[in-house]
């Protein structure tokens, strides 16, 4: 059974960054496109960033230019760094494969505020 853990949110200010992690237990990560979601307050989960087995990357609109989304496969890990962050980007944050075939994680809170 898949397990994904992720970490490494926080509060940080607006304008700050935050890297965020997703530990994949298993060694089938590389198998799977994968993808980082979240979910605001009182709203449907929302897929944020994408990338596939190749490295291939695409974003939302909201966040193109300022996340990169990465991926050790060596290391079943696939990162988000999050740059310019701003209010609005206020969420729990998940990943997941493409489609979210495993079960959820726990997520990680990211809260953008001075």
């Known amino acids: 059974q898949v397990r994904l853990v992720e970490s490494g949110g926080g509060l940080v200010q607006p304008g700050g960054s935050l890297r965020l992690s997703c530990a994949v237990s298993g060694s089938i990560s590389s198998d799977y496109p994968m993808d980082w979601y979240r979910q605001l307050p009182g709203k449907q989960r929302e897929m944020v960033a994408g990338?596939?087995?190749?490295?291939?990357?695409n974003y939302r609109d909201s966040v193109r230019g300022r996340f990169t989304i990465s991926r050790d496969n060596a290391e079943n890990t696939v990162y988000l760094q999050m740059n310019s962050l701003k209010p609005e980007d206020t969420a729990v944050y998940y990943c997941n494969a493409r489609p979210p075939v495993w079960s959820w994680g726990q997520g990680t809170q990211v809260t953008v505020s001075s």
């Open positions: 990338i596939t087995r190749g490295g291939s990357t």
